[in-house]
Structure formats: structure tokens, C-alpha cells
């Protein structure tokens, strides 16, 4: 591989990295470690850790009480963070200077994707964990890291489809167009989830049900609909540990399971449907892959129910959704190649 290539592996592992740490920040409660941005208690360097230091802090934000092991996580997902934004950057440049212009196209949206990231992250923190702005800062790392992963497989493209150039795989295009209409469906169908579970999480609804396959000892629990998806506009408000009631967090966890069946079923038979139809081992190997991923997340996501949301197994639950997501990709990615060289 090309220089290139570990660069951008080493970005896209970064980038995962963040995504877990930033589970692991939200689930451990130290989402507002720092009650500003893009310091802590004024600190850009380092955060108040002795009697003096803490006790001014708490002065100059009032109400505000230092926890310096929540402080510190909080500063070192944003320190990593930074650093990642200018990995991405320092992409765009390479692709720009090398006249690349279609990845230079991607990688550029990617850099203002970032600092679009990075003013939901400030918002986050001013806007005291307001549902939608956490749920949408979720779903923006997993579309860097996705972005990220699509310019790596462009990147290597002619090495990719050599096989399939070379060899007759006896596919009709009416049949790879309809493959390809169902992967694109099933990434969408993802990507609900992936937001609905932004919102279960954002809303703190993972535990609303306790119990599985029922929810509160009932195939159908008393919920709120109505209030589970509105969205507060108010902006001073602490939404730390959630301020719906439980039949609105019900219906909010509710949905993301019976969402869940609808998403497993389409990841299934894609898998299916790409395995059987394209006879080449890349493919197999990523319908096999999909599946793998596909029952990890679903075995997570029982086990945060059955064992009470363990942060581990949540963090876990985040980044396999990533890797999940990737999967999906790299499978749409393919397919479409393979009805350009068919």
C-alpha cells in the first residue's frame, strides 16, 4: 500500500476512536465534565485539579460543581478530536495538490463536515445536552468516519475491481440495478436506526423497557408518542438524565426495537441477495461480514437491556454501529462497481 493509503487508514482510526470515546463521555455522564467551550472552567490547557483552582471555577460558573475525573474525559475527546480535524484537513490538501478532484470533492466536504462537528460539540455543551443537537453530533461522526471509509475504497478502486474487469460474472444489469436500489434502500433504512438509537440514547430511553423480548412485562406498553419525538426548542434547560416522562421514553425505545426488526431483515437480505448473485469473493466475503456485524449489534443491544446498560457493552453497541455502517458501504460500493464494469 501507498503511503497514502496508511495515512488515510491511520485518519479513519482516529476517527473511530472518537466516535467510542465520545460514547464513552456521554454514557459515563461527563457530557458536561466542562460547563464551556472549547476550555474547561476556562482552561484551555489541563482542567482545575487543585483546592484553589477548583474553587474559582466554581465560582465563575456558577452552580457548576468540578468533577475532575468527568472534566478530563470530556478534554481529552475534544483534544483527540481537534487533532482529527486537522488530519482531515491536511486530506483535502493532498487531494487538492494532486489535482485529485473527485476526492478532493469528498475530502472537502468532509473538512466542513468537521467543523460543522465541531460547532454541534460547542452546542452540546451551551445547550446543556439538548436531545436533537447530541443525537445530530452522533450521527455526524459516524457520517465523517463513513465519508472517510468511501474515499479510501475510491482511492484504491482500480485495485479493487481488477478481478472484476478480468472476469465474466454472468450478471444481467436489470439484476445488479435492482441489487443496487435494495442497498441503497437498506443504507437508508440503517441510517434511521442509527438516529433512532442517537435518540433513545439522547433521551435516556435504553433502559425504558426493562425486560426483552417484552417491554415492562407487555408485547404492548402504555407510550407517548406524541411527546417521544417533539423536540424542545427551549435553551435553558439541563436535559442531563433526560427530562421526558416514562411513557414517552417507552415509546422512544419502543420504536428503535421494532425499527431494529425492519433493519435486520433488509441487512439479512441483502446479504443474501448479494452473496448468491455476484459470484466474487469480495462479495461473499462482505455478505458474510454483514451478517457478522449485523448479529454483534443486535447481541449488544440485548445484552445492554439484560444486564442494565453496562457502559462497556454500550460503548461497544456505538462502535459496531460504525463498523456496521462501514460494512454497508463497502457492499453498496461494490455493487455499483460492478454495474460499471459489467
Known amino acids: 500500500m501507498t503511503k497514502l493509503n496508511y495515512y488515510l487508514l491511520f485518519v479513519i482510526s482516529i476517527t473511530f476512536t472518537v466516535i467510542t470515546l465520545g460514547a464513552y463521555v456521554r454514557l459515563s455522564h461527563a457530557g458536561l465534565g466542562c460547563p464551556d467551550w472549547p476550555g474547561c472552567y476556562g482552561f484551555l490547557v489541563g482542567v482545575p485539579d487543585n483546592a484553589v483552582e477548583i474553587a474559582s471555577a466554581e465560582s465563575a460558573f456558577e452552580g457548576s460543581i468540578v468533577d475532575i475525573a468527568k472534566a478530563w474525559k470530556e478534554m481529552v475527546h475534544r483534544y483527540l478530536a481537534g487533532f482529527l480535524g486537522i488530519f482531515i484537513f491536511i486530506i483535502s490538501f493532498i487531494f487538492y495538490r494532486n489535482n485529485a478532484s473527485r476526492l478532493f470533492g469528498i475530502s472537502l466536504f468532509v473538512s466542513v463536515l468537521v467543523i460543522f462537528q465541531a460547532a454541534l460539540g460547542m452546542f452540546t455543551v451551551t445547550l446543556q445536552l439538548q436531545p436533537l443537537i447530541v443525537m445530530l453530533h452522533l450521527v455526524g461522526g459516524l457520517t465523517i468516519i463513513a465519508l472517510l471509509w468511501l474515499i479510501f475504497l475510491r482511492y484504491n478502486k482500480s485495485s479493487y475491481f481488477g478481478e472484476i474487469t478480468n472476469n465474466n460474472l454472468n450478471i444481467s444489469i436489470a439484476k445488479i440495478k435492482r441489487l443496487q436500489f435494495f442497498a441503497f ?7 434511521m436506526q442509527i438516529m433512532l438509537g442517537g435518540w433513545t440514547s439522547t433521551n435516556y430511553a435504553a433502559l425504558a423497557c426493562a425486560d426483552f423480548p417484552r417491554c415492562n412485562n407487555s408485547w404492548w406498553p402504555q407510550m407517548d408518542f406524541y411527546n417521544a419525538f417533539i423536540v424542545e426548542l427551549a435553551t435553558d434547560l439541563n436535559y ?8 414517552a421514553r417507552v415509546a422512544i425505545h ?9 433493519a435486520t431483515i433488509m441487512v439479512l437480505l ?10 466474487s469473493i469480495h462479495q461473499k466475503i462482505l455478505s458474510l461480514l454483514l451478517v457478522l456485524f449485523l448479529g454483534t449489534q443486535v447481541l449488544l443491544g440485548v445484552l445492554n437491556i439484560k444486564l442494565g446498560l453496562p457502559i462497556l457493552v454500550a460503548v461497544a453497541h456505538n462502535g459496531n454501529a460504525a463498523l456496521l455502517l462501514m460494512c454497508l458501504v463497502t457492499q453498496l460500493f461494490f455493487i455499483k462497481g460492478i454495474r460499471n464494469n459489467t
Do not use: C, K, M, Q
Open 185 to 191: 434502500a437498506t443504507l437508508i433504512v440503517l441510517i
Open 254 to 262: 419502543f420504536t428503535h426495537r421494532a425499527w431494529a426488526i425492519f
Open 240 to 247: 442531563e438524565f433526560g427530562r421526558l416522562d416514562t411513557p
Open 270 to 279: 441483502l446479504s443474501i441477495f448479494s452473496y448468491f448473485t455476484i459470484n
